[in-house]
């Protein structure tokens, strides 16, 4: 068990017993239930052979297991990787071919490696990066596009394009071509699928069914929809009248694959494939430490880059296609009781298990099922709440939201991640060049001090007191020193300005330049400047330039500490000429 100290795995499998696997296995039998038709669905929304999700839900997940931090996290094909996927791949090749599948493998090795990079970097930060409202925005987004995408299959026609107003154009052109049939069974099954999510663990435990049971069967609902949907369609013939069923599957495992060393194709793929790489581990890394918190264990995000990367590099010599966690599937994973990553290893056996006996049960599914399991799947993922909670709380946020949704709708996915993140970027330097600067004065009675526009405070007409609440950068540095300088000017009777930088966690070189400027324009107008409350390392920055020697005041420990040099009949109990109360603004 030495050797395990260096992985992941080592953590868990040292105490793995009887129990344990016995709860993993409870919780593999539901999950696999649930994610064999998954698996065939999303390999159809990223325009992949079916095969290929059950390829993509066999050697990742025993991956992950091995180096990945979480214990419940279910690692495979996702509805928002497969859309991207499809994206990029058909970007450079058309759907069904084998330049196609030959992308969505390089994609994955992509993923992979860069994943990998970023853990052995320990760029766990990255997630960061992504803000909560662009991600917020972008998985709504794509829940509606996933859905729209799969007009076709609902409808039984041809609809192109990877924007929404591609596929409502296309959708006008041939919704007189509706497959009626088609639309039946397909228009059954979601109703069938909504009904199951919804009322079938409630009705079972109503009837006295035990609650693992009831959750099981409630959980075979996509399941019953595949086989009884195939079971139609066979009985009559429908596949003779035009509705399309995916067909033969090939038996047996994935053969091991090396991707097509086309450098330019790679090079093609990269960016599409760091965005996939980002938005898989923003979602992961959130399931993971929801799931985790309740059980009061750790989640470490290098390790999940690790995981993840090592998890699509599976994937793709395996034959798949990006894999990511998934939220549904973890959190069932989590509800039927998985206690280690071994619940994943014995899913991917079910899987295997799956690819090798049971696809001749798939020959006659109707594509217009996998569409409802896709179309009911996503449902999850559009959380329209957020939007408004997000207005109310911060229009600049919303903005950045909105602007997300509008692009992925509009553009496609890429755009869409592109236009969030510059919208967000574009928002923090604006507001980050304007931060509040607060003129505070003494709470009588206390030594703290208050912005003199909301509180009744005492100053002195001598001292200038001011508080930063931002850290001072080149986006701000200038218009600070002109700020706290003209409001300098504004008291004819001002001696002193004393800068209060509790609120100040960094100082770049631009700001030091402002802070040697404030002091010499404050000079020559015969004012002095101090300085307080400032923390230690942004003290040990200031140590290692020339504004601690030409300060022409003092740096003072505390502000309360600065009034007692500079103004001490402020601190009396009785107003006094040069101390008064601040007249609220």
Not at 184 to 195: P, Q
Not at 329 to 355: E, H, K, W, Y
Not at 479 to 488: P, W
Request: one cysteine or more.
């Amino acid at each position: 068990m030495k050797g395990l100290r260096h992985i992941a795995a080592g953590q868990w499998l040292r105490h793995y017993n009887r129990q344990t696997a016995a709860a993993d296995g409870v919780a593999a039998v539901i999950v696999t239930i649930m994610l064999i038709p998954q698996s065939l669905a999303y390999a159809m929304l990223a325009g992949l052979p079916p095969e290929v999700g059950l390829y993509a839900s066999i050697l990742p997940l025993v991956a992950y297991a091995v180096f990945g931090s979480s214990r419940t996290l279910a690692v495979g094909p996702v509805a928002v990787a497969s859309l991207m996927t499809a994206a990029a791949a058909g970007e450079v090749a058309s759907t069904g071919s084998p330049e196609y599948l030959a992308a969505a493998i390089i994609l994955a090795v992509l993923s992979g490696l860069m994943l990998v990079a970023m853990a052995v970097l320990k760029m766990g930060w990255i997630s960061n990066l992504l803000s909560h409202p662009v991600v917020s925005g972008f998985i709504t987004a794509s829940g509606l596009l996933i859905a729209a995408s799969q007009l076709k299959h609902m409808l039984g026609v041809p609809l192109s394009g990877h924007n929404l107003p591609q596929l409502l154009g296309s959708l006008t052109q041939h919704l007189g071509d509706s497959h009626w049939p088609t639309v039946a069974l397909g228009s059954a099954v979601l109703i069938f699928l909504l009904w199951v999510r919804r009322y079938l663990k409630p009705l079972l435990l109503r009837l006295g069914l035990p609650p693992f049971s009831a959750d099981l069967i409630s959980k075979a609902g996509p399941v019953v929809a595949v086989l009884g949907s195939s079971l139609v369609v066979y009985q009559l013939q429908l596949q003779q009248g035009g509705m399309a069923i995916v067909g033969d599957i090939p038996r047996g495992l994935p053969d091991f694959m090396l991707p097509a060393l086309d450098m330019a194709l790679w090079q093609q793929l990269a960016i599409p494939a760091l965005l996939i790489s980002l938005i898989g581990f923003v979602e992961s890394i959130s399931v993971a430490q929801t799931l985790a918190a309740k059980r009061r264990q750790r989640i470490n995000p290098n390790q999940e880059l690790m995981g993840l990367g090592t998890a699509n590099l599976a994937s793709a010599f395996s034959g798949g296609f990006p894999v990511t966690g998934g939220f549904s599937r973890s959190v069932v994973n989590f509800d039927a009781g998985a206690q280690t990553p071994m619940a994943g290893v014995f899913t991917a056996l079910g899987i295997a298990l799956t690819a090798l006996f049971l696809t001749g049960w798939f020959t006659y599914l109707p594509k217009a099922t996998l569409a409802a399991t896709i179309m009911v799947a996503v449902l999850t993922l559009v959380d329209l709440r957020a939007l408004v909670h997000t207005w109310r709380f911060s229009r600049l946020d919303f903005l950045a939201m909105a602007t997300t949704i509008v692009g992925v709708l509009g553009w496609g996915v890429e755009a869409g991640v592109l236009a969030g993140v510059s919208t967000s970027l574009a928002l923090y330097l604006w507001r980050t060049n304007q931060p509040h600067v607060a003129e505070i004065g003494l709470v009588p009675g206390t030594e703290h001090f208050r912005n003199v526009q909301r509180h009744q405070v005492r100053v002195s007409p001598g001292v200038l007191g001011m508080r930063i609440d931002e850290s001072l950068y080149f986006a701000n540095a200038r218009r600070l020193e002109d700020q706290i300088y003209d409001a300098a000017l504004l008291r004819p009777q001002t001696r002193h300005v004393v800068l209060m930088g509790a609120a100040i966690n960094h100082l770049d070189a631009s700001a030091v330049d402002s802070l040697l400027s404030l002091n010499q324009r404050l000079r020559d107008a015969g004012i002095t400047l101090h300085l307080s409350e400032i923390k230690g390392p942004v003290m040990d920055q200031l140590k290692h330039t020339e504004l601690p020697d030409q300060l022409s005041g003092n740096i003072f420990l505390s502000h309360y500490q600065a009034i007692q040099a500079l103004a001490p009949d402020c601190l009396a109990t009785r107003d006094s000429a040069s101390c008064s109360p601040a007249v609220q603004r």
